[in-house]
């Protein structure tokens, strides 16, 4: 199952899958980034695994 949001090509750090999601909808990736390294130290948010299957989920970059 693939989801119709693709991983960024030129901003990505790591995958791109943050980057991916700021050029969807339009956030500034510095503060996505900044908001998802924030959940991802809470217990009740499992930012490891939620980046890797957001990451097995989004295209490629085109």
Do not use: C, Q
């Not at 908001?35 to 970059?61: C, H, N």
């Amino acid at each position: 199952m693939k989801i119709n949001i693709h991983r960024s090509k030129n901003n990505r750090v790591i995958a791109g899958v943050i980057g991916g999601l700021s050029e969807k909808y339009d956030w500034n990736p510095f503060l996505a980034r900044v908001v998802f390294v924030l959940l991802a130290f809470t217990p009740f948010f499992p930012g490891i695994i939620a980046y890797l299957i957001l990451m097995i989920l989004m295209k490629d970059p085109a």
